[in-house]
């Protein structure tokens, strides 16, 4: 009984539990909200910015959308396979704080296109169809509204269904697309023009159906790119255009990549002071071999309901395999500010691709990669907006997630269809944001958000917290994300480093507030340059982030 006792204490001392372990087994939590009954445009890709505003595009070619640009302006483009002459908008900046909107005018056509934030926070855009295949779109944030610059020729080649992520220098590489079985890099270092060929995304194309589109790539830490592609993984030298390692294909066999699109994140990166960082790729879900082929003939078969996990670091590396509550075709996968995966979006069965769902999967689901392999799933609360192809999710620097799209359909069609264009915006509000955590939240009080942080300098990150009793080391985290750019069921250049606090002081003669100390990385490697958003983590609860730019 005493035994007991001083455990009992023990563990409530060292080990305080999270209230968000307090409905543990029941499941569900997390709320939804309706933000915009209709932006008017189709969010088929979605990137946030450090202005806290998204920039939200959908294809040129569809007709008109729901959106008229401003002022009476209209595009007139004589390539447009759809109107020559267009008076509505493809595009749109989305304010999150004062949930408002505005049009944005593209010049030519996005469909399928790329991206990444570069270095200085603007985002760089890249491909499409048609006459936007080669280019390059500019989106500025800057808040004398600004819009779209385009970059003709800025691609050596034509690029849609490619993938980007952003590298150490500061340039992004761009790789693959239809039938490009290529790389190459924007901006071009001194008129550098190279194309490098890429063998494995001809190895792993599938007659007619690809399966390979929309590669996942991450930037190891080792300094190269991890890039899976249908069911096979590489580590890849872009700079000596070298595969280094090829992985064990996933268990199964069964594509994971456009259109049978599964998602994948980078897990967390911890320990990142240490001499051997460790690296985990998580894979989830997709749809099984011959299932488009089957969906174009009207079988929608049962998508994959496994999850695939990797560390890609290891001498020998091996996947294990886990299940999901349910089978998901076309989910987002989110990193959250306390290191938890969001599952969010998507089909039961069929793949991606123009009608070729069915089942809509309203709950998200979400993924805790420490806690004990066959417990690491938990159900949420579910939506009421089926969210299907072309459909779209990217955190917010309140901890929501903002959700947008689904347009299984050619053109907007809104009534005769099985799932008609969506045009509503929802928040999704993890139970982290719950008002019974509300007394545990940090609040950063400094530094200010768009600070700029130097490589390997230190960082004190000051922060309110309304709890009698103390803040120690063990209860707090600070996380940083680098804003992804998602389209597809993929967040280009998603990355979650766990930089952890080093100590913990109390700010003499100030009620309730510490000081956490912690040391930016060193290298561009773990860390591209960039704007991050910042939060403090009490006993897994995020504070509302801060932008920290690390140059
Ligand atoms: C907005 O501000 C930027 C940076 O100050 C400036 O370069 C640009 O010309 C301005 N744009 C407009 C439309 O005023
Ligand atoms: C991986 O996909 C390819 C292409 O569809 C297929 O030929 C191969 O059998 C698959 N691998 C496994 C292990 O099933
Ligand atoms: C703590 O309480 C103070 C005073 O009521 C308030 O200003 C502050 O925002 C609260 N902090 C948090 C993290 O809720
Ligand atoms: C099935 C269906 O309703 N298709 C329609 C989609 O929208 C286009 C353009 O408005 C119509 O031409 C189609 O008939």
């Known amino acids: 009984m005493l035994l007991q006792f001083i455990l009992f204490v023990q563990f409530t001392l060292f080990t305080p539990p999270s209230p968000l372990h307090a409905d543990e087994g029941g499941g569900g939590g997390g709320r939804w909200e309706l933000l915009q009954n209709d932006v008017g445009v189709l969010p088929m890709h979605m990137q946030l910015l450090h202005s806290d505003r998204v920039v939200i595009f959908d294809r040129t070619d569809f007709g008109t959308s729901n959106l ?14 759809a109107l020559k002459l267009d008076c509505t908008a493809h595009s749109l900046e989305y304010d999150v704080a004062s949930n408002t909107f505005r049009p944005l005018m593209v010049q030519t056509d996005v469909w399928c296109s790329s991206g990444a934030a570069a270095s200085d926070g603007t985002l760089v855009q890249t491909g499409g169809f048609n006459d936007g295949d080669r280019r390059a779109r500019v989106f500025k944030p800057y808040p004398n509204g600004s819009d779209w610059e385009e970059i003709p020729f800025a691609l050596n080649v034509r690029r849609w269904y490619a993938t980007n992520h952003i590298l150490p220098d500061g340039r992004q590489i761009v790789i693959g697309g239809r039938r490009q079985f290529s790389y190459e890099f924007f901006p071009k270092i001194g008129g550098a023009s190279r194309t490098y060929s890429i063998p494995f995304l001809a190895e792993t194309t599938d007659q007619f159906i690809e399966n390979n589109l929309y590669p996942f790539v991450f930037l190891n830490v080792d300094g190269n790119l991890f890039i899976f592609a249908n069911n096979r993984s590489i580590l890849f030298d872009y700079a000596r255009n070298k595969v280094i390692k090829t992985f064990p294909a996933i268990p199964g066999g069964d594509p994971r990549c456009y259109p049978s699109t599964g998602s994948a994140v980078l897990l967390p990166l911890r320990n990142l002071h240490a001499r051997a960082i460790e690296a985990e790729v998580l894979i989830c879900g997709g749809a099984p071999k011959g299932a488009y082929n089957k969906a174009i003939n009207r079988i929608f078969v049962r998508a994959l309901n496994s999850c695939s996990r990797i560390k890609i670091t290891d001498s020998n590396p091996q996947w294990v395999m886990e299940t999901m509550p349910m089978s998901r075709v076309m989910g987002d996968m989110i990193l959250l500010p306390n290191g938890d995966v969001l599952i969010i979006n998507g089909a039961g069965s069929g793949t991606a691709g123009w009608d070729n769902s069915r089942d809509p999967i309203l709950s998200p689901i979400l993924y805790r990669p420490t806690d004990p392999i066959g417990s690491r799933f938990r159900l949420l609360n ?170």
């Open 68 to 81: 008229p640009l401003p002022e009476g302006k209209c595009r007139m483009d004589p390539n447009d396979v």
């Open 382 to 551: 579910p939506s009421t907006i089926p969210r299907l192809y072309h459909s779209t999710a990217v955190l917010l620097r309140d901890g929501r997630v903002l959700v947008g799209g689904s347009n299984p359909n050619v053109y907007y069609n809104f009534t005769g269809v099985p799932f008609p264009t969506e045009l509503r915006l929802e928040a999704f509000s993890l139970p982290y944001l719950d008002s019974k955590c509300e007394n545990l939240r940090p609040k950063i009080l400094s530094p200010s958000s768009q600070t700029t942080v130097r490589y390997g300098r230190p960082l004190t990150i000051r922060f309110n917290v309304n709890i009698t009793s103390g803040v120690r080391l063990d209860t707090v985290a600070v996380t940083m994300i680098a804003p992804p750019f998602n389209t597809h069921s993929f967040s280009m250049s998603q990355r979650l480093l766990m930089i952890g606090g080093e100590y913990v002081t109390k700010v003499r003669n100030v009620a309730a507030t510490w000081d956490v100390h912690v040391s930016m990385t060193k290298s561009s490697t773990i860390t591209p340059p960039g704007y991050y958003l910042v939060f403090v983590i009490h006993r897994e609860i995020p504070s509302k982030g801060i932008w920290i730019r690390i140059v």
